[in-house]
């Protein structure tokens, strides 16, 4: 819309109605797409300034590495998975076609939720190995990162069995349109942040 | 994808009607209510902040003179009245309560975008204040480590409150970061998408300026401080080392190694710097719109009011460590945030050369919103002068363990913002309730504030040039502080305490008028702006009556020449405009 024209412009030289029944600034967009475009810049923020504090803290004399379980590497093909079904689920509602709706959507979910376990598992093998929280700050970091990572994605399921509610109990694919679509978002987005993490996390 | 034509959207809004009493005015979705309720909340925690600083000021101004402040409550008492005033009363105040009030009706639209999510937000602001006051209750007290929470001594043996009362701080705020996310998404959204038809961006009043650029100023601060919480909660909890370093408790080590405390200091002044910035934008955009109004005169240089917010809302990022001076930062990294922190003076002093030129021939009304507005200016400016001195390293460092400090910041970020606060409450007092204060008792209010304020804060900077060290308990013997310095630390106590009780002026004014005052006229001042314009005062659910309004000029429009009266609303289009004139003119060369 060009922000630099639209704050130069001199309201007190024009006057009447302008930019029609949408005033001029507004996103051509749904304000629920807004709203989540902005609360991924927040996220985003959060995490980032996780990661800027987990660097200077990893230059502090008492940091030990930390070798990684190579159980990340399957969880990660998880998030994969349930990412790329979010992605078919939402090219299947937009063209309007309902053939493997069911299957793309629900896999999804589903496939969250698996990760969500299997970083519960990866925890529980770190335990019973000895890291335990307070033991250094490498594993405390790794604790607290993946733990808000999983966070945040437990609260995307929330928005995910809303939708899938409204599906089984008859809802029309046009009504839970929007709410796919923007799931898969939000679902590429913790995608991209848990490929960040692991990488900085095993980068030590 | 398919392009929504929004203020379509917008008129036939699907609006959740209340069917009692409680959903009414307890579990309501009106931003207005809401706004009232966040208002209202934010009122009494301020007056328990109040009340803590007199209480702290009485041990100084007439040291063991109230026996239950020994240096454990002092200590508490300083914590809780910062934290209190800085975040649960002038952020929730402005933003909760003003953002809530104003954006909606100022941009004609009939609610705001997620009216749910905006009863979340209060609710959940309420359990925030909950659970801090539950630190008043809690074995220990709340904490007593400074506003700030430095660590590694705010959760160490000898600070009050260093078990229960910081892990309660520490999640009370992290509860307000959510809701204060929960009502900031709703502002953003509502002023990029709600608008109604002609309501550019740029011809918004400033007021929705100040808040809009606040607003995101505070969605992406406060995940600093959010951060920093949870990684002081694990340090505190879980046994982690995050910000603990090797440290010895009454001679015994503890279990923590490694931390950085600077760390935290870099998380929390991340957010706290901008936290200055979110309480005063809002202010300066409240203040700009009463100017203008009992000025009847267009705000000066309304675009570049309008780039100094954004300048200033981009600049309050890249100077935090200024807070950190005394940290043993390295030279250069000071010298590069005294530069940024210098310029930051550079869109302020513009803000307020264009408030004092909006003054300038204006037509000026005393009214006593215009009253506490240009004691703001006052306020405002020495505040802001003495920041100059302390931006520069140099001058920082002997001064910044001082009362010149806390003079500094008091009149800048407290003063000056509560001045607009009253400002802003008396000046949409009728619309809000419709009905009018008393304007002697408010006039009245005004001077007890104002040169109470002067009385209190002024004096505080010569302590400060005499080396008086700020937050000790007594000053015990020391050379360099003469036995006058005590006699003006009563005097400074006295005042503090004839200005705390004036503040029941303000309450009962506001309190009693809702029963006697006089009725007021929908738009008592001539105000151009949209929120004037409601069909129906105080403007009822869903704001508009049948048709939203439509916008067809900018919000300044007073004393056009030629027009019929001094000020043209917003939405009175052009043909209407000059017919008024037309009608005028025969009139006016008559006489």
């Known amino acids: 819309m060009g922000l630099i024209k639209t704050i130069t412009e001199k309201p007190w030289e024009r006057k009447g109605v302008i930019g029609g029944m949408a005033p001029e600034g507004t996103f051509a967009a749904e304000s629920e797409r807004v709203a989540l475009t902005f609360f991924l810049v927040i996220a985003t923020v959060v995490f980032s300034l996780f990661m800027v504090s987990y660097y200077l803290r990893m230059e502090l004399p008492d940091w030990e590495p930390l070798s990684e379980p190579a159980q990340l590497w399957f969880n990660t093909g998880l998030l994969i998975a349930s990412s790329v079904l979010f992605q078919w689920s939402r090219n299947i509602v937009v063209r309007g076609h309902t053939r493997n709706l069911y299957t793309s959507f629900f896999g999804a979910g589903v496939l969250a939720i698996l990760f969500i376990v299997a970083q519960m598992v990866t925890w529980n093998h770190l335990q019973a190995g000895g890291f335990y929280l307070s033991s250094n700050p490498a594993i405390a970091f790794y604790y607290l990162l993946t733990g808000l990572h999983a966070l945040h994605l437990i609260g995307g399921?929330?928005?995910?069995?809303?939708?899938?509610?409204?599906l089984t109990s008859g809802g029309e694919p046009g009504e839970v349109r929007l709410s796919i679509q923007l799931c898969t978002i939000y679902w590429h987005f913790l995608l991209l942040v848990w490929i960040v993490l692991f990488a900085i996390l095993a980068n030590t | 994808m398919a392009y929504v034509p929004l203020a379509d959207q917008d008129q036939d809004m699907?609006?959740?009607?209340?069917?009692?009493?409680?959903?009414?005015?307890?579990?309501?979705?009106?931003?207005?209510?809401?706004?009232?309720?966040?208002?209202?909340?934010?009122?009494?925690?301020?007056?328990?902040?109040?009340?803590?600083?007199?209480?702290?000021?009485?041990?100084?101004?007439?040291?063991?003179?109230?026996?239950?402040?020994?240096?454990?409550?002092?200590?508490?008492?300083?914590?809780m009245h910062g934290m209190i005033m800085v975040?649960?009363?002038?952020?929730?105040?402005?933003?909760?309560?003003?953002?809530?009030?104003?954006?909606?009706?100022?941009?004609?639209?009939?609610?705001?975008?997620?009216?749910?999510?905006?009863?979340?937000?209060?609710?959940?602001?309420?359990?925030?204040?909950?659970?801090?006051?539950?630190?008043?209750?809690?074995?220990?007290?709340?904490?007593?480590?400074?506003?700030?929470?430095?660590?590694?001594?705010?959760?160490?043996?000898?600070?009050?409150?260093?078990?229960?009362?910081?892990?309660?701080?520490?999640?009370?705020?992290?509860?307000?970061?959510?809701?204060?996310?929960?009502?900031?998404?709703?502002?953003?959204?509502?002023?990029?998408?709600?608008?109604?038809?002609?309501?550019?961006?740029?011809?918004?009043?400033?007021?929705?300026?100040?808040?809009?650029?606040?607003?995101?100023?505070?969605?992406?601060?406060?995940?600093?401080?959010?951060?920093?919480?949870?990684?002081?909660?694990?340090?505190?909890?879980?046994?982690?080392?995050?910000?603990?370093?090797?440290?010895?408790?009454?001679?015994?080590?503890?279990?923590?190694?490694?931390?950085?405390?600077?760390?935290?200091?870099?998380?929390?002044?991340?957010?706290?710097?901008?936290?200055?910035?979110?309480?005063?934008?809002?202010?300066?955009?409240?203040?700009?719109?009463?100017?203008s109004v009992h000025a009847r005169k267009n705000i000066f240089g309304y675009r570049m009011m309008v780039w100094a917010i954004i300048a200033i809302g981009g600049l309050s990022f890249i100077v935090w460590a200024h807070h950190m001076y005394v940290s043993g930062m390295n030279p250069y990294f000071g010298f590069f945030f005294a530069t940024t922190t210098l310029i930051i003076a550079v869109p302020t002093a513009l803000k307020v050369y264009n408030w004092l030129l909006t003054l300038w021939e204006g037509d000026i009304r005393l009214n006593?919103?215009?009253?506490?507005?240009?004691?703001?200016?006052?306020?405002?400016?020495?505040?802001?002068?003495?920041?100059?001195?302390?931006?520069?390293?140099?001058?920082?460092?002997?001064?910044?363990?001082?009362?010149?400090?806390?003079?500094?910041?008091?009149?800048?970020?407290?003063?000056?913002?509560?001045?607009?606060?009253?400002?802003?409450?008396?000046?949409?007092?009728?619309?809000?309730?419709?009905?009018?204060?008393?304007?002697?008792?408010?006039?009245?209010?005004?001077?007890?504030?104002?040169?109470?304020?002067?009385?209190?804060?002024?004096?505080?900077?010569?302590?400060?040039?005499?080396?008086?060290?700020?937050?000790?308990?007594?000053?015990?013997?020391?050379?360099?502080?003469?036995?006058?310095?005590?006699?003006?630390?009563?005097?400074?106590?006295?005042?503090?305490?004839?200005?705390?009780?004036?503040?029941?002026?303000?309450?009962?004014?506001?309190i009693g008028s809702l029963k006697w005052g006089k009725k007021a006229d929908p738009n008592p001042w001539g105000a151009a702006s949209l929120e004037w314009q409601t069909p129906d005062t105080p403007p009822v659910h869903g704001n508009w009556g049948e048709n939203l309004p439509t916008v067809y000029r900018w919000a300044y429009d007073y004393s056009v020449p030629g027009a019929a009266e001094d000020f043209i609303p917003q939405n009175v289009p052009e043909s209407e405009a000059a017919a008024a004139q037309d009608a005028k003119s025969p009139e006016s060369n008559g006489e």
């Open chain 1, 157 to 166: 399921l929330w928005v995910w069995s809303k939708c899938a509610i409204r």
């Open chain 2, 14 to 79: 699907e609006m959740h009607h209340p069917h009692s009493w409680v959903e009414k005015y307890v579990w309501s979705q009106d931003h207005k209510v809401i706004a009232i309720q966040y208002g209202g909340l934010a009122v009494l925690t301020g007056i328990v902040g109040l009340v803590l600083s007199l209480l702290f000021r009485m041990q100084l101004g007439f040291p063991e003179s109230v026996n239950f402040v020994d240096p454990n409550f002092y200590y508490q008492a300083v914590t």
């Open chain 2, 368 to 510: 006593a919103p215009m009253y506490f507005a240009i004691g703001f200016i006052f306020t405002f400016i020495h505040g802001g002068l003495t920041g100059l001195f302390l931006g520069n390293v140099v001058i920082d460092l002997p001064l910044s363990d001082t009362y010149f400090v806390v003079a500094h910041f008091h009149l800048v970020m407290g003063v000056s913002p509560i001045l607009v606060l009253f400002a802003a409450l008396y000046h949409w007092y009728p619309k809000i309730s419709g009905r009018m204060y008393n304007e002697t008792m408010a006039k009245v209010h005004f001077w007890f504030t104002f040169l109470g304020a002067y009385a209190i804060y002024l004096p505080m900077h010569y302590l400060g040039f005499l080396g008086v060290p700020r937050r000790y308990y007594a000053l015990g013997n020391t050379d360099f502080i003469p036995l006058s310095a005590q006699d003006l630390n009563s005097s400074i106590t006295i005042a503090a305490l004839i200005v705390g009780a004036s503040q029941i002026l303000f309450f009962i004014n506001i």
């Open chain 2, 87 to 291: 975040v649960y009363f002038l952020t929730a105040l402005f933003l909760g309560g003003f953002g809530n009030y104003m954006v909606p009706l100022m941009l004609g639209a009939r609610d705001m975008v997620f009216p749910f999510l905006n009863m979340m937000s209060v609710w959940t602001f309420l359990i925030s204040v909950i659970i801090l006051m539950a630190s008043f209750f809690v074995g220990g007290g709340p904490t007593g480590a400074g506003w700030t929470l430095y660590p590694p001594q705010t959760t160490m043996a000898g600070t009050p409150g260093h078990d229960a009362g910081i892990i309660l701080m520490l999640v009370s705020l992290a509860v307000f970061v959510v809701a204060f996310t929960m009502g900031g998404l709703n502002y953003v959204v509502t002023i990029l998408q709600y608008r109604c038809r002609g309501m550019t961006l740029m011809r918004m009043p400033l007021t929705i300026w100040g808040i809009f650029v606040a607003t995101v100023l505070g969605l992406f601060a406060f995940p600093a401080l959010l951060v920093a919480c949870i990684m002081m909660m694990f340090d505190t909890v879980l046994g982690t080392s995050f910000f603990m370093p090797a440290v010895l408790e009454s001679g015994t080590p503890l279990d923590y190694e490694g931390g950085s405390p600077i760390l935290f200091q870099h998380l929390f002044w991340f957010f706290g710097h901008p936290e200055v910035y979110i309480v005063a934008l809002p202010a300066f955009g409240l203040v700009s719109d009463v100017l």
